[in-house]
């Protein structure tokens, strides 16, 4: 069993995903976890509670004024009397309301009460997963510290629609309430390591203006350093320009050009783990203008003397004080795999993420990713994954390189 005696307040909101959670609750039960459940309004229109109930082995909580079950327990109780909270599946309805703070029902005012961490596996129809509006809640809800796992892509309950909005399976929902719980503990796999990471682009100045930079938007750097602290890290982010906001529980350095996030990497130095995910530019100009390049009318425009810029991960790669383990990233377009073996070997890194990120694959800048591992050993290829599970698989594949796994 990996979750003895653990306390999980299930809720079950309504999606015709909802039958998954019987399944869920065998699943953390067989773990030796006890289950507590609370059903929304919608959720009973799809099961029971009285399969919920005969599942779980315990009351299923339903109404947020229900004399009894205020007498018995109250809303506040059910928020503090449990180690996780899990929500699956989690309707765009119910992300949106605990996104804004609302509570007019039991499942929202539980879930505004809790000072647990809070697992999220979203189910819902593709074009509502893309909407503007969820897209801003989800990043809400992540900068407010709750964890995701899913959604997944495939067919959809409606005859005919497919895409990312699937829930996650059960085992995979209880693989993530699992490495929550640990985290939560007072050890993890990472307890007393310290990470550096890098995400984002770099800006270069071409005048007060005008940059060289990239499409990278740090969305897979801020996840991998999130995935380390949740193992126990104590994690440093050196991020470049990003619009996504700062990961919880890490130390976060903005920077903007690729000198200055060298710097502040190497000042960092000594640490256990690098993981230099940032997509730094490889030029700069030699000596951008202190003020606005004009447009002359019938003038070809002023030529820019480019000059390299430092290559961070082989500084690290290299460096005297190098970490135990060092990760860099292969952004291609071609010939994935021999530009990472030839990325391993020249940059002095332990292992390479390798992907290509040719227009049509939507990774730069994207929420999914699809990686081959290179190392010495070998090459193992992912499945296309979200960022977020990219960033928990590699922390895993890190700390069990770490400690001699």
Excluded at 102 to 127: C, E, H, I, Q, Y
Excluded at 208 to 224: D, E, F, K, M, T
Excluded at 304 to 325: A, C, M, S, Y
Aim: proline share 6%; charged share 25%.
């Amino acid at each position: 069993m990996t979750l003895p005696g653990k306390r999980i307040l299930l809720i079950i909101s309504g999606g015709i995903a909802a039958y998954k959670s019987l399944d869920l609750i065998r699943r953390l039960r067989e773990r030796g976890a006890l289950v507590r459940p609370v059903m929304t309004q919608g959720a009973q229109e799809f099961v029971t509670p009285l399969a919920v109930g005969a599942l779980s082995a315990s009351h299923v909580y339903t109404e947020l004024f229900s004399r009894e079950d205020e007498q018995d327990v109250g809303h506040i109780r059910l928020a503090r009397d449990c180690d996780l909270v899990v929500i699956a599946p989690a309707t765009a309805d119910l992300m949106a309301k605990m996104a804004n703070g609302l509570a007019d029902d039991l499942a929202s005012t539980v879930l505004l009460a809790t000072d647990r961490p809070v697992l999220v596996a979203p189910a819902m129809n593709p074009k509502m997963w893309a909407h503007p509006a969820t897209c801003r809640n989800v990043e809400t809800l992540r900068r407010d510290g709750l964890s995701f796992v899913g959604p997944t892509a495939g067919e959809m309950a409606e005859s005919g629609e497919s895409g990312l909005g699937r829930m996650a399976e059960p085992l995979d929902i209880v693989a993530a309430a699992e490495r929550l719980v640990e985290a939560k503990g007072a050890t993890g796999p990472l307890s007393g390591r310290t990470a550096i990471v890098t995400s984002g682009p770099t800006h270069e100045p071409i005048d007060p203006v005008r940059y060289i930079a990239n499409r990278s938007s740090g969305r897979q750097g801020h996840a991998i350093a999130a995935a380390l602290a949740r193992l126990g890290a104590d994690v440093t982010l050196v991020s470049g320009p990003v619009t996504i906001p700062d990961p919880a529980g890490v130390k976060v350095v903005h920077v903007e050009r690729a000198e200055e996030m060298r710097d502040a990497v190497v000042s960092r130095l000594p640490a256990d783990i690098a993981v230099m995910v940032a997509a730094v530019a490889d030029w700069r100009v030699a000596t951008s203008s202190e003020q606005k390049i004009k447009k002359k009318p019938g003038e070809a425009p002023a030529p820019l003397q480019l000059t390299e810029n430092p290559d961070i991960l082989k500084t690290v790669g290299h460096h005297e004080k190098r970490p135990t383990v060092v990760v860099g990233f292969a952004a291609e377009t071609e010939n994935v795999e021999d530009n990472g073996r030839t990325k391993l070997e020249r940059k002095g890194a332990d292992l390479i993420v390798a992907n290509d990120v040719s227009p049509e694959t939507g990774i730069m800048g994207g929420t999914r990713n699809s990686v081959k591992i290179i190392s010495k050993a070998g090459v193992a290829e992912w499945p296309d994954l979200s960022k977020d599970e990219v960033a928990t698989r590699l922390a895993d594949l890190i700390a069990g390189r770490l400690n001699g796994a």
